[in-house]
């Protein structure tokens, strides 16, 4: 009997493990499951995660993709030297842009460094001329008293005495402020004048004609450069030729020759010193006649400009060019006997105002006004 309910037992508790294995494996299918979605998971949340690579690193990857795809169409030698050319004059560019900028940062702070000089020595001057002007009030205050104790009784001769030589003390003092205030005044000008001549810019221009002197169309080729030490700023250039100037030996060019508005240079530019800049070619035509009159003596052919120009104290200055064609040969310009003079060769006339221009108003005028260009009446002084 002990024995059946050891077997019934026995028989029923089998399924039950069964059922419990049964249970067990799917649990753990869950569970590999659940950690196969999650490494899956981490793996796109990685992909997402990981940075793209910087610029130079893409571009250094398709660079060597391309260099090394063997299908990819290959340059001839022409073809390199064009691209090695490019690469220096792009280099050698570059160097002379940095070295513009560093002097035009030498020029500027030196320009500065003087004008704190200037205006340091402008407040010693102001100072000196105030206390040369009380030691002057003090000393007429000096003599009223004077004169009054020269009324008091002799007790106060002494008094008077020692006063009197307090006010002629205090005269020389107010004599040596004085000079001293003109000496410094004067000190103020020289150095002012002496930085104004060091940086003033100077402008030279020279033409040639093309082609060859001869009946029919013909241009003035110039070009304009700054000599000085310092830029030439809103510089406005006025070109000009004729064959229409005659009498005398080879013609005679007038005081003031006449300008086609229409071929001015057309744009107000800055110019640097050293650098040289080309002119818009000016093109006129000679006729038969003409060209008789020129190769006769009797008329010359003349090319002449004008170059007005400011400088960094907006002061304005000028320069006239004047040169005609050497008959005979094919295209020689020899310098006139007058109108190449410019500003520093009249000085009577007064130090000129100079005129400001936006590029987009040098096209629309033909030439300054005369009446802007007056004497500056405060230099005059």
């Not at 450069?225 to 080879?250: H, R």
């Not at 400009?305 to 040969?329: I, R, S």
Request: with cysteine.
């Amino acid at each position: 009997m002990f024995n059946d309910e050891t077997e019934s037992t026995s028989g029923t508790e089998q399924p039950q493990e069964s059922n419990a294995q049964t249970a067990a494996q799917r649990l753990a299918q869950q569970q590999k499951a659940t950690e196969a979605e999650q490494q899956a998971t981490n793996g796109k949340q990685d992909s997402n995660d990981t940075p793209k690579p910087i610029f130079l690193v893409r571009m250094w990857r398709r660079l060597k993709n391309w260099w090394t795809d063997p299908h990819r169409a290959r340059g001839n030698f022409p073809e390199h030297l064009t691209v090695f050319i490019s690469i220096v004059i792009a280099v050698i560019a570059g160097f002379q842009w940095n070295v513009y900028r560093q002097q035009k940062t030498i020029m500027e702070s030196g320009g500065k460094q003087t004008q704190q000089l200037i205006d340091a020595a402008n407040i010693q001057a102001c100072a000196a001329t105030k206390s040369a002007n009380a030691a002057a009030r003090f000393a007429t205050s000096a003599e009223k008293i004077d004169s009054g104790i020269g009324t008091a009784v002799g007790k106060l001769n002494l008094q008077a005495e020692k006063l009197d030589a307090n006010v002629r003390e205090a005269h020389a003092l107010a004599q040596q402020a004085e000079r001293s205030a003109k000496a410094t005044e004067d000190a103020v000008s020289t150095a002012r004048q002496s930085l104004e001549f060091q940086q003033r810019p100077w402008i030279t221009l020279s033409f040639e004609f093309s082609p060859d002197v001869a009946e029919g169309p013909m241009s003035a080729k110039g070009t304009v450069k700054n000599v000085g030490n310092g830029p030439a700023l809103t510089t406005i250039v006025f070109v000009g030729s004729s064959t229409q100037f005659c009498g005398g030996p080879n013609g005679t060019l007038p005081a003031n020759p006449p300008y086609d508005p229409i071929k001015t240079w057309p744009a107000v530019r800055i110019l640097m010193p050293t650098v040289p800049d080309t002119l818009q070619p000016y093109d006129f035509k000679i006729d038969p006649f003409s060209m008789g009159l020129v190769k006769s003596g009797v008329c010359a052919l003349y090319v002449y400009a004008d170059a007005q120009f400011c400088d960094v104290f907006h002061k304005g200055h000028y320069q006239h060019y004047c040169g005609k064609w050497v008959p005979n040969t094919p295209r020689e310009i020899t310098a006139c006997d007058t109108y190449n003079d410019g500003d520093q060769d009249h000085a009577d006339q007064g130090q000129l105002a100079c005129v400001h221009l936006p590029p987009h108003m040098a096209i629309m005028i033909p030439k300054i006004p005369p009446e802007l260009f007056t004497p500056d009446k405060e230099e005059k002084k």
